[in-house]
């Protein structure tokens, strides 16, 4: 769809190396070498300061689930309410009663707080 547009997305899977990955993207931003970057932040604490540059340059960064430290930044959001519902209702449908979640602190995690209300 998006080639047929004239639209071309890299994607890039960090594995286990996903600190070096997280930086060389930023970099590849902040030097015109991408046009653009959606980003789920791996840490809120790490690259800040080469993330509030890229903000305050306008760069077209945007933040997928989670801005890290707050940052005044583009943001979009999954459906993590729907997601749960579907979820736990699959693993219900399915016969399992004794379900666990396992979240991060809901402040820095900004899509951890509506899981944990849906899961409730």
């Known amino acids: 769809m998006l080639h047929k547009r004239g639209i071309f997305l890299s994607t890039r899977y960090s594995g286990e190396d996903f600190d070096r990955v997280e930086q060389e993207v930023l970099e590849q931003l902040k030097n015109d070498e991408i046009a653009g970057l959606m980003i789920y932040p791996i840490d809120s604490n790490k690259r800040i300061d080469l993330m509030y540059e890229l903000v ?55 899509s951890v707080g509506q899981r944990l209300r849906m899961a409730a």
């Open 56 to 110: 305050r340059d306008k760069k077209p960064l945007v933040f997928v689930d989670k801005l890290p430290n707050n940052l005044p930044a583009n943001c979009v959001m999954s459906d993590p309410i729907s997601a749960m519902d579907q979820m736990v209702g699959h693993l219900a449908e399915n016969g399992h009663r004794r379900i666990a979640f396992v979240g991060h602190d809901p402040v820095s995690r900004s």
